[in-house]
């Protein structure tokens, strides 16, 4: 599966953002899909994971609360709603896809070129 993420921006403190991962390939409903982000100088850090029939989903502590991951798979995508943004989430956003609903980076084998999310204080 091919990945594509997109909706990344300026937002400031306090405002939301919905990014959207499409897929391209006939298999989109049987992975689960993660968004990681990383942040100038960091590692890559799970932000929220959902399984394959969106009845599963994990969140990263940090986002807990203020990020929703959700999918549409007749639509072949799936959505990280982002609200409440602090200047701490600001990253590159990246999509991957798997058989599971890891929040592991090393788990992931399928990934799509990420989107930049700015956050001004």
């Known amino acids: 599966v091919q990945l594509q993420a997109s909706g990344g921006g300026l937002v400031q403190a306090g405002g939301s953002l919905r990014l959207s991962c499409a897929a391209s390939g006939q298999s989109f409903s049987t992975y689960a899909l993660g968004w990681f982000r990383q942040a100038p100088g960091k590692e890559r850090e799970f932000v929220a994971a959902i399984s394959w029939s969106g009845a599963s989903t994990n969140y990263a502590d940090s986002v807990k609360g203020r990020f929703t991951i959700s999918r549409d798979n007749p639509k072949n995508t799936v959505y990280l709603q982002m609200n409440s943004l602090k200047p701490e989430d600001t990253a590159v956003y990246y999509c991957?896809?798997?058989?599971?609903?890891?929040?592991?980076?090393?788990?992931?084998?399928?990934w799509g070129p990420g989107t930049l999310v700015t956050v001004s204080s």
């Open positions: 991957a896809a798997d058989l599971y609903a890891s929040t592991k980076t090393g788990e992931y084998d399928n």
